[in-house]
């Protein structure tokens, strides 16, 4: 499958975006799909992840009740909506595939993913 992530953004503190996740292939609701961000300096964090098929969610603590992700099967995408965004959320978000069968404690693991988007920037000023 190959992704491509969009919908970075510079937002003030407090602010809204949306970053999308299209998938080309296999439909995406066969795949658990993850996004983690990675601030300058700092190492690839995990953010949010939608489990194949059943589309159960885990999110980071810190993003807890500020962020959302869902899947559009229609449009083979996959989103994560980022509500009161904080200067500290600024990062290049990544989204990310796997077609194996995780337990819920592999979701935050980077290998655990085979397939990678570009990346998309998120800026947020306080």
């Known amino acids: 499958v190959q992704l491509q992530a969009s919908g970075g953004g510079l937002v003030q503190a407090g602010g809204s975006l949306r970053v999308s996740c299209e998938a080309s292939?296999?439909?995406?609701?066969?795949?658990?799909v993850a996004w983690f961000r990675q601030a300058p300096g700092k190492e690839r964090e995990f953010v949010s992840a939608i489990r194949r098929y059943s589309g159960s969610t885990v999110y980071l603590n810190s993003v807890k009740g500020r962020f959302t992700i869902s899947r559009d099967v229609a449009k083979n995408t996959v989103y994560l909506q980022m509500n009161s965004l904080r200067p500290e959320d600024t990062a290049v978000y990544y989204c990310a595939a796997s077609s194996r069968g995780l337990i819920v404690g592999r979701l935050g693991d980077v290998p655990a993913y085979d397939f990678w988007g570009q990346g998309t920037l998120v800026t947020v000023s306080s």
């Open positions: 292939g296999r439909t995406v609701s066969s795949y658990n």
